[in-house]
Antibody
Framework: QITLKESGPTLVKPTQTLTLTCTFS??????????VGWIRQPPGKALEWLAL???????RYSPSLMGRLTITKNSSKNQVVLTMTNMDPVDTATYYC????????????????WGQGTLVTVSS | DIQMTQSPSSLSASVGDRVTITCRAS??????LNWYQQKPGQAPKLLIY???SLQSGVPSRFSASGSGTDFTLTISSLQPEDFATYYC?????????FGQGIKVE
């Protein structure tokens, strides 16, 4: 069974740095067809992709948040960590991690499954 | 960024109805299009990947089609458990982007 679970603070103050951990099981990030991504969803709004980390430590970030995001992995612990600096109330959202699957040979890819999400509120 | 626009903006339907949701990309994305279902208080769930492939375990009343810029998700006979919000997502190029979501109510 493949599971992912997000953990981290539920409340952060403006200007602080948010650190979220995604702990997963049932798959390995040593597999070149798999990676882990982060997606967020402000209350009542749409989904927004944030970052992705590949099996080989390659990384991709949302340009709109570039410079604020860092994604890292610890394959031996089956964890992926997202840090976001300079938090603002507009960053209040549910943050999800998800496994990204890539199919060969057409390289189509998708998120499945998703973690349950963690609500992060930014407020003083 | 590739913009993903879903329509209609809202959808009112009844059990047994045939429901069609459209997703349009601002540029061609080939078949790099996925559909997710999200129920209140839950994480999104993958329904369709690569434009028309049904994810394992998803009922066959769900189907999808399209390529390039225009895509559709169809529920052939709406069931009570299908009342949810549906999102399309392109994975053709970074940044990956989602549609605004369509709530079926």
């Amino acid at each position: 069974q493949i599971t992912l679970k997000e953990s981290g603070p539920t409340l952060v103050k403006p200007t602080q740095t948010l650190t979220l951990t995604c702990t997963f099981s049932g798959f390995s990030l040593n597999n070149n067809s798999l990676s882990v991504g982060w997606i967020r969803q402000p209350p009542g709004k749409a989904l927004e992709w944030l970052a992705l980390i590949y099996w080989n430590d390659d990384k991709r970030y949302s340009p709109s948040l570039m410079g604020r995001l860092t994604i890292t992995k610890n394959s031996s612990k089956n964890q992926v960590v997202l840090t976001m600096t300079n938090m603002d109330p507009v960053d209040t959202a549910t943050y999800y991690c998800a496994r990204r699957v890539r199919r060969f040979p057409d390289h189509t890819n998708w998120f499945d499954p998703w973690g349950q999400g963690t609500l992060v509120t930014v407020s003083s | 960024d590739i913009q993903m626009t879903q329509s209609p903006s809202s959808l009112s339907a009844s059990v047994g109805d045939r429901v069609t949701i459209t997703c349009r990309a601002s540029q061609s994305i080939s078949r790099y299009l996925n559909w997710y279902q999200q129920k209140p208080g839950q994480a999104p769930k993958l329904l369709i990947y690569a434009a028309f492939s049904l994810q394992s375990g998803v009922p066959s009343r769900f189907s999808a089609s399209g390529s390039g810029t225009d895509f559709t998700l169809t529920i052939s006979s709406l069931q009570p458990e299908d009342f949810a919000t549906y999102y399309c997502q392109q994975s053709y190029t970074f940044p990956w982007t989602f549609g605004q979501g369509i709530k079926v109510e």
